[in-house]
Every structure is written in structure tokens, then in C-alpha cells.
């Protein structure tokens, strides 16, 4: 049984960084997807980015890196989501989940592709 677990959020200034983590178990399987999206109160659960455990290949949401990067250390089985240049509406609850098989990029922000999702870390830009 795949979990994830998030760990990294927290209370941030305006234009301070925060790295987001995201702890994998339970893969048979070295070939999977791992997404990072979030949530904000009374808005829809959007994408942020995507990366294969395999070569590294990448989505982002707004098709560029920018503020958000995403990376990962197989060896530890974690996936990170470096976050700079923090702004208020970037406050939302930040949620790992996980894409069973090959990764596709042209899937990556639905999240219909996932099948198992982590409880999500807070994440507060506010002054």
C-alpha cells in the first residue's frame, strides 16, 4: 500500500521560502509519479507541479519552474517542493499524491491521475 507523507509547512513572511517534503512508502515499482498540489479555503484543488521517480521529468502548473521547484532523492524516497519568493496567495493547504506506472506529463495536473494522495501540510504566507 502506497503513503505519503508531508512534512515542511509552516507560517512564512511574505517573500520568505519554505521546502515542502514528501516521504514515499510502499512502491513495488521504481517507475511511479509524484504530484504536489494544493488547496486554498473555498477554492478547487489545483496542481502545482510533477516529477517521475525514474529520469526526473517535470510539470509545472504555469509550464515554467518560477517560484516553485520540484526535485527528489530516491534514495531517501522523498520528493521536495522548494518554494521561494512566498506570497499570501500562495497560503493553502499543500498536498503530495502519487501516479502508480509510467509518468505522464500530459496528466500531471489532473487529479484524476493519482491514486493515493497524503494528508497535506499547512502552509501560511502572512506578515
Known amino acids: 500500500q502506497v503513503q505519503l507523507v508531508e512534512s515542511g509547512g509552516g507560517l512564512v513572511q511574505p517573500g520568505g521560502s519554505l521546502r515542502l517534503s514528501c516521504l514515499v512508502s510502499?512502491?513495488?515499482?521504481?517507475?511511479?509519479?509524484i504530484g504536489w498540489f494544493r488547496q486554498a479555503p473555498g477554492k478547487q484543488r489545483e496542481a502545482v507541479a510533477c516529477i517521475s521517480s525514474s529520469d526526473g521529468s517535470t510539470f509545472y502548473e504555469d509550464s515554467r519552474p518560477g517560484r516553485f521547484t520540484i526535485s527528489r532523492d530516491n534514495a531517501k524516497n522523498t520528493v521536495y517542493l522548494q518554494m521561494t519568493k512566498l506570497k499570501p496567495e500562495d497560503t493553502a493547504v499543500y498536498f503530495c499524491?502519487?501516479?502508480?506506472?509510467?509518468?505522464?506529463?500530459?496528466?500531471?495536473?489532473?487529479?484524476?491521475?493519482?491514486?493515493?494522495w497524503g494528508q497535506g501540510t499547512q502552509v501560511t504566507v502572512s506578515s
Open positions: 499524491a502519487a501516479s502508480s506506472g509510467p509518468y505522464r506529463g500530459s496528466d500531471a495536473n489532473r487529479p484524476e491521475y493519482y491514486n493515493a
Open positions: 510502499g512502491f513495488t515499482s521504481d517507475d511511479y509519479a
